[in-house]
């Protein structure tokens, strides 16, 4: 029988690869979005695209239904992926702000996930791999917001795969780094509603830092892999009989889990501080 995954977030980006990816190592890919016109984008291209709304948990529900409506109940393999960011000194992000990017990705992401897992109980084995970052590992300036939910996601995870160690369900996580994408364009408009970065007292540094990283395009990241570095780890993950509790994808990914395990904090902020 044919293998089927959920991958969401796919309107770009790493979904996007990962759903074509997927397809072409023969299995049946659910790509969904959380906007109409992409999913119908997508199955113009031949995808199953059901629709999934990380902030609405009735989208969530319904997309997984019609999921194991059309694969008769099963479900091989869920890679959470969805995500944006909100860029900005922890000090200027107001709560509401971290409420609502929490919502997309993680308590979405939870609630997929918990949604999902009677399934693979049922049919016995199953693959929940979770797209987190090298700002799962460490921390960056001017990202405290995205870094915390990928820190969250992170512990979830770690905590999950312990509880699911006796069952065939695989829990795995996936830490990309700088990977070609629209990550910084989609977060100008969540900076814009919630950061005051004209009242606040590290304007300057706004000035002559983030505002330049958002708004001017930076070139490529001499770092920066294409997404398919991503797919490439997902279908390492979910079709191999031992997978790793861990991917890494990128150089940074690499260096910062090195670097982690081998130096003190003071050390690693002093690295890490002008980023």
């Given amino acids: 029988m044919q293998k089927s995954i959920l991958i969401t977030g796919c309107s770009s980006g790493i979904g996007l690869d990962a759903a074509h990816g997927m397809r072409e190592r023969g299995w049946r890919v659910f790509a969904s979005c959380r906007q109409q016109h992409d999913c119908d ?26 999921v194991l409506e059309a694969t008769g109940g099963t479900l091989e393999a869920l890679f959470n992926n969805g ?33 999902v897992i009677p ?16 700002l799962g590992l460490v921390a960056f300036p001017w990202r405290g917001a995205y870094v915390a939910t990928k820190y969250a996601i992170e512990g979830l995870t770690d905590t999950l795969r312990l509880e699911l160690r006796d069952t065939d369900i695989k829990v795995i996580l ?6 070609t994408s629209k990550i910084r364009e989609n977060s100008i408009p969540m900076f814009e509603r919630f950061v005051d970065w004209e009242n606040s007292a590290l304007r300057k540094k706004y000035e002559s830092s983030l505002l330049k990283r958002l708004y001017q395009s930076p070139g490529t990241d001499k770092f920066e892999l294409p997404a398919s570095a991503v797919t490439k780890k997902l279908a390492v993950a979910v079709e191999s009989k031992r997978p790793r509790a861990r991917y890494y994808v990128t150089t940074p990914t690499y260096i910062a889990g090195y670097l982690r395990r081998i130096l003190p904090t003071r050390s690693i902020d002093r690295i890490l501080s002008d980023i």
């Fill in 174 to 179: 996936i830490e990309p780094g700088p990977i």
């Fill in 41 to 66: 984008r997508l199955r113009a291209k031949g995808f199953d695209s059901p629709l999934i709304d990380y902030t609405k948990t009735g989208s969530i529900s319904s997309g997984l239904s019609q």
């Fill in 119 to 134: 399934i693979m109980r049922a049919q016995g084995h199953g693959r929940i791999v979770q797209n987190s970052s090298v």
């Fill in 83 to 115: 995500a944006h960011g909100l860029p900005g000194a922890v000090e200027d992000v107001p709560t509401d702000g971290l409420r609502q990017i929490f919502e997309t990705n993680v308590f979405g992401w939870h609630e997929l996930t918990r949604q």
